[in-house]
């Protein structure tokens, strides 16, 4: 039996999708097939797989994120927009008309701006600290915030100096962020108000050309420590193109491009049950 799959990109992010509404992966994807599947080189190539799942309650859908080291995770904010998309492409929810849908991380809101973007409203962040002083080799101050993940927040006045590079795996497994570490992100303040990212992953163990989780995780460190930040927010990732953060009597929001590239289908041998 073949197995049809999606591939998706949000702002850079990309995933491998795999729809189990009709529960044809009873046991779901194994983490040998994910961590295969997402390697790039030799399978599909991914930095994680989202599975989109039928509701359990109210929800128009619910979904599964999966790092690429075939381990499972709480939420995904790019992840999360394209499975809106995904799932809009799927005839499960209509464009413009917003919806609920759930992750490991709890309830979300989503809304499926064109059929190639998407926005959703998180589960409510929480700040644990502000621009606390870590040992990195140099002296950084780190904020930390969980956006559904712990994501490592650093600002800094430039990205390409080579302390990303350096510091960013130190500072995904530093102690304190918690036992099982966190994100890291290097942030810059642009003077238009927007911000330049880069995000290191854990699960991926490497840099990632966007990361919505941690957009909305240094968007909130702005406005906690410069009194003059506005939202909505610009966020300018790895790849060139641009998330925006913002917040309103739902919570906080999360937009930007999530679109399929291309479908496929995985062999026999490769599938989600091998």
Do not use: Q
């Not at 993940?149 to 795996?169: C, I, N, Q, S, Y």
């Not at 702005?222 to 009194?227: D, F, M, Y």
């Not at 641009?242 to 919570?251: I, P």
């Amino acid at each position: 039996m073949s197995f049809e799959f999606t591939k998706m990109s949000g702002a850079g992010n990309d995933f491998i999708v795999l729809d189990s509404t009709g529960n044809p992966y009873s046991r779901g994807p194994s983490p040998g097939f994910i961590a295969a599947v997402c390697r790039r080189g030799l399978g599909v190539g991914a930095d994680g797989l989202l599975e989109l799942l039928p509701p359990s309650g109210g929800e128009a859908f619910r979904m599964s994120y999966f790092n690429s080291d075939g381990g499972r995770a709480s939420m995904c904010g790019n992840g999360a927009r394209c499975i809106c998309s995904f799932a809009h492409s799927r005839g499960l929810v209509n464009l413009g008309e917003p919806f609920d849908f759930t992750s490991d991380s709890g309830l979300h809101h989503g809304l499926v701006l064109t059929p190639d973007s998407a926005r959703i409203w998180m589960t409510e962040p929480t700040v644990s600290f502000l621009e606390k002083p870590f040992d990195l080799g140099i002296t950084c101050p780190v904020s930390l915030v969980d956006t559904g993940v712990p994501h490592a927040v650093v600002l800094r006045e430039g990205l390409d100096d080579g302390t990303f590079e350096k510091m960013a795996p130190v500072l995904r497994r530093h102690p304190g962020t918690g036992a099982a570490g966190a994100n890291a992100d290097w942030a810059m303040l642009l003077p238009d108000g927007s911000l330049s990212l880069r995000t290191f992953e854990r699960g991926v163990e490497g840099e990632t050309l966007a990361c919505g989780t941690g957009a909305v995780a240094a968007v909130m460190v702005c406005l906690e420590t410069h009194p003059g930040f506005r939202l909505p927010a610009s966020v300018h990732v790895a790849s060139g193109l641009c998330l925006t953060v913002g917040r309103d009597d739902r919570g906080w929001w999360l937009s930007g491009e999530a679109r399929a590239v291309y479908r496929g289908i995985l062999l026999p041998e490769n599938g989600p049950e091998a």
